[in-house]
Every structure is written in structure tokens, then in C-alpha cells.
């Protein structure tokens, strides 16, 4: 693409402008997402009764293997329209569900107020977080290695989890996982604002979507653990 001295386009269309829009188009994808997800999180129950009459005490297993497989399906298409509408929508549809049951959960534990708290939470983490993004205009891209370094310690320690059945350990765990995410959220929106490359929105607002559901998903945990008795 071709821009004259003013950093225009020969259609006049600045490369703000372009950015504009791509972020614009990044966060309409992850409303989106949001709102499929919604939708799979008022599912839960149905399909939670259909995979336990077929699978028994291994419903989970076809939950786990639909959610990676179309998480890797959504990630490998995401630039290839309208493929990666049908991925994106799967893999947040499952998502939705995985997190019912994550509320399910939580609410049977400790009422329905610690899903608000960590509801509350994992928005006002995003707001603040987005909102340091775009005031500094930093490149947060030195975050890399932490976040890097804070997701493989906690899937090793997930692994150690399954042997050592300590509550203290697990919540640990999600207090990892909370601070890696909101790192690579902070990393991914200050990516987004710094990139040049205009035509991967919907890669962008995968990996906002699976910071927030990390950051949600664990901090359910990290209340509901602070509670039980």
C-alpha cells in the first residue's frame, strides 16, 4: 500500500484511521464472543445431561476435547473468512459452557454473590489494564517472557495438582494464573495498538477472549476456595 508525505493513502485514508477500525473491529469481535459464550453458559445444564447419560463420570473428557480442538481450529483459521466466524463462535460456545460450570460450581459452594465479586473483578481488571494501554501508548511487549514463564509453571503445577490434593496449592495456582493473564492482557492490547498488520482481528480478540476467561474462571476459584468451609 502506497501513502504520500502526509502518511495517507491514495484513497485518503489515513493509517489512524485504519487502526481505528481494526481496534474497533477487535473488540466487536470479543463483544461477539462474549455473547456466544452467554448463550453456551445457559446451556450448561441441557448438554451437561446429554454428555452424562452418554459418558458417565467421563463427561468432561468430550467438554475438554471440544474446547482445545476449537480453540486450535479458531487460531488456525482466524485470518480465513467466514471460517473463522464458525471456529470463533464453536470455541466461545464451549467456552460459555466450561464456565457454567465453573459458576455452577461456585455458586453450590458459596452463593451466587461470588460470581458477581468475580465478574466485577475481571471487568474492572480489563478496564484498568486497556485503559493503561491506551493512555501510555507503552510497548508492554517485555511482559513476553513473564507471562511465558507464569503459564508454564502453573500447567506444570496443574499437573502436580492432580497428586496433591492441597487446597492451599490449587488456589496458589490460580493466583498464577490470574497475574500471567492479566500480563498478557496488558501485552496483547498494547500489541494491538502498536500493530501494523490490520487483518487479524479476530486472532487479536481470541486471545483477549481466553485471558479473560483465565482471569475469570480462576478468580471464581480463588473466591469460592477463600469460602469453603
Not at 480489563?126 to 494501554?133: D, G, H, Q, R, T
Not at 479473560?212 to 471464581?220: D, E, M, Q
Given at each position: 500500500m502506497e501513502y504520500n508525505y502526509e502518511g495517507r493513502t491514495i484513497f485518503g485514508v489515513?493509517?489512524?484511521?485504519?487502526?481505528t477500525a481494526f481496534v474497533r473491529s477487535v473488540y466487536l469481535w470479543l463483544v461477539g464472543g462474549f455473547a456466544v459464550a452467554f448463550v453456551g453458559t445457559l446451556a450448561t445444564v441441557p448438554v451437561?445431561?446429554?454428555?452424562?447419560?452418554?459418558?458417565?463420570?467421563?463427561?468432561?473428557?468430550?467438554?475438554?476435547i471440544a474446547f482445545y480442538g476449537s480453540f486450535m481450529w479458531a487460531r488456525a483459521v482466524?485470518?480465513?473468512k467466514p471460517m473463522n466466524r464458525f471456529a470463533y463462535a464453536l470455541f466461545t460456545f464451549v467456552s460459555g459452557i466450561l464456565a457454567g460450570i465453573g459458576i455452577l460450581s461456585a455458586t453450590q459452594a458459596s452463593g451466587p454473590g461470588i460470581v458477581l465479586a468475580a465478574f466485577?473483578?475481571?471487568a474492572a481488571d480489563?478496564?484498568?489494564?486497556?485503559?493503561?494501554?491506551f493512555v501510555t501508548k507503552k510497548d508492554f511487549s517485555f511482559l513476553g517472557n513473564f507471562v511465558i514463564v507464569g503459564l508454564t509453571v502453573a500447567v506444570v503445577a496443574m499437573i502436580i495438582g492432580f497428586f496433591y490434593h492441597a487446597e492451599i496449592f490449587h488456589l496458589m495456582i490460580s493466583a498464577i494464573v490470574?497475574?500471567?493473564c492479566s500480563a498478557k492482557l496488558l501485552w496483547d492490547?498494547?500489541?494491538?495498538?502498536?500493530?501494523?498488520?490490520?487483518s487479524d482481528a479476530a486472532g487479536f480478540a481470541l486471545s483477549l477472549f481466553i485471558s479473560?476467561?483465565?482471569?475469570?474462571?480462576?478468580?471464581?476459584r480463588l473466591l469460592s476456595g477463600g469460602r469453603r468451609n
Open positions: 489515513s493509517r489512524a484511521e485504519e487502526r451437561l445431561t446429554v454428555l452424562m447419560s452418554a459418558f458417565g463420570r467421563f463427561a468432561w473428557l468430550p467438554l475438554i482466524s485470518r480465513r466485577a473483578m475481571t480489563f478496564l484498568v489494564l486497556s485503559l493503561v494501554a490470574v497475574i500471567a492490547t498494547s500489541r494491538m495498538l502498536r500493530e501494523n498488520d490490520f479473560l476467561l483465565n482471569i475469570f474462571l480462576h478468580l471464581l
